[in-house]
């Protein structure tokens, strides 16, 4: 795996954290300790990314008249109107 070294600026409070943290989840190595934190915080992207999708198909529903809870149902029958 090819690396690069990358530089930046932390308060000496943040560098305490980092050091427990680092040595929590990384076993003392900072490098590890980011990588592992790179995992989690393109999960809570993600997470983010869905809420975001499903509040403007709430909102797209709400324009067309449809509740949310009717939903299961149209789908359920547009399956079955394909099957046809």
Request: charged letters at 30%; proline letters at 1%.
């Amino acid at each position: 795996m090819a690396s690069q070294t990358v530089g930046f600026a932390i308060s000496d409070e943040d560098r305490e954290r980092l050091d427990r943290l680092a040595e929590h989840f990384g076993g003392g190595n900072r490098s590890a300790y980011l990588r592992a934190t790179l995992k989690v915080m393109e999960s809570l992207r993600r997470a983010e990314r869905l809420r975001e999708l499903q509040v403007a198909n709430h909102h797209r529903l709400a324009e067309r008249g449809i509740a949310a809870e009717e939903l299961p149902g149209l789908i359920q029958e547009a399956y079955k109107g394909a099957g046809q």
